[in-house]
């Protein structure tokens, strides 16, 4: 049975709330913040700029736009609203005062034309969907549409009944690709047909019928990704630090983390999130020697790699492509992570680059090679000085990999490395014997993800070959 929203007796409140605050502030998502984001859906209201105690927020929000969720703590805020470019002269639309509750995810949309702009105030619910299924729901927010159904193109109804400012419940859905019609209720009259929909796997969506059926901004749908499921892995490769633990949020995602080891990846809802690495085993006392606020997107995946000496530890976020390569391929970046290594070029042994200059700190773009073995050398960038040689390393077609090179130069107990990590894979070789895959090398060996919030345990794991100057060493 479909539900209307409540209408709160407050006034338009245009795209995006409370940026400008957190971004001050840098504010992790924790148990007493709220999350709130604005959508423009009034089709005859002009562009606007939104204030914060003072302070621009957004500037110059157009009909159609849907903001991001803002992280700010749990209470009450006063926002105020103008014309675009009006500089703080007003004269402001809104004046208000909003309450959010901890914990609490909101979308306030702004409907109806302007002589009658009202919000709608909308729970919203992320918890990601089961596997296998995508969550839709459904708003009615074009002012002179009638009531409409959301149905597959042969006439089977996804939503039925739903009039202007009413909201559908979350709806599970089957992953894939749809052909959807907006019909007018109870009949076979289409009015917007909305092709070639894709729900992914585990995300969340929520559907915006917006703009007027008779007139201009004509009747259009918006869909929004509300959420989604974000991976995320720790590397450590700081060559003189200890073990750590990295904490998400306040607790334990990664435990007793050594040298040269890559973690799995871990599932995160898409949000902000507080990344703090202290000693292993201090239980969330510290001292932290990273401690950073991370903003994940949905359904990407990240690597935060813990680089140089301990006296100067940093954070380096990878976004990771981990996409699968056209057939017959595979796909290999490079990441420098040792301190005192100058800039390299990783070559093949007759010299040909195929990633150039490459300094610390840095990553080279994914490049495609056909699946085969390889001999690589790490060169001083420019020259033929090789530094590190890499002999007989297996790239298998419809795998994703990042080699980091690690350690430091002259150093006999951490000494210039380079370590492999197969990142994804889409299918599993049948010409090599599958002992170590998912598993263990010499020098690597896994930690079990604890509980970390939101943070779910995930099934695949990565593999790490480590080599040495003298050759493989697993």
Known sequence: MKR????????????????????????AAGPGDARVRVVHASPDAPNVDVWVGGAYAYQNVPFGAIGDYAILPAGSYLVQVEPAGAGGAGPFVISATLNFAAGTDTTIAATDLLANITPLVLADNNALPAVGNAHVRFIHASPDAPAVDITLTDGTIIFGDYAFQEVSPYTPIPVGTYNLQVRLQGTSTVVLNLPGITLDDRNVYTVYAVGLAGGSPALSAAISLDAGPSRVRVAHLSPDAPNVDALVNGAAAFTNVGFETVTPYAALTNNEYQI????????????????????LDPNVDYTIAAIDVLA???????????????????????????PNAPAVDITLTDGTVLFGNVAFGEA?????????????????????????????IALYADHVYTVFATGLVGSSTTPLNAILITDASYFVPTDVSLTGFGGESNNFSWGMIAAALTVLLLLGAGMVIGWRRAGATG
């Open 4 to 27: 209307r929203i409540m209408l709160f007796g407050l006034l338009f409140l245009p795209l995006a709330l409370l940026a400008a605050m957190f971004n001050q502030t840098a504010a």
């Open 276 to 295: 703090q690495v202290e000693p292993a085993g201090a239980g969330g006392a510290g001292p932290f020697v990273i401690s950073a606020t991370l903003t």
């Open 312 to 338: 100067n530890i940093t954070p380096l976020v990878l976004v990771d492509d981990n996409s699968r390569p056209a057939a017959g391929n595979a796909h290999v970046r490079f990441v420098h992570a040792s």
């Open 364 to 392: 080279s773009n994914y490049l495609p090679v056909p699946g085969g073995v390889y001999d690589l050398e790490v060169r001083l960038q420019g020259t033929s000085t090789v530094v590190l040689s890499l002999p007989g």
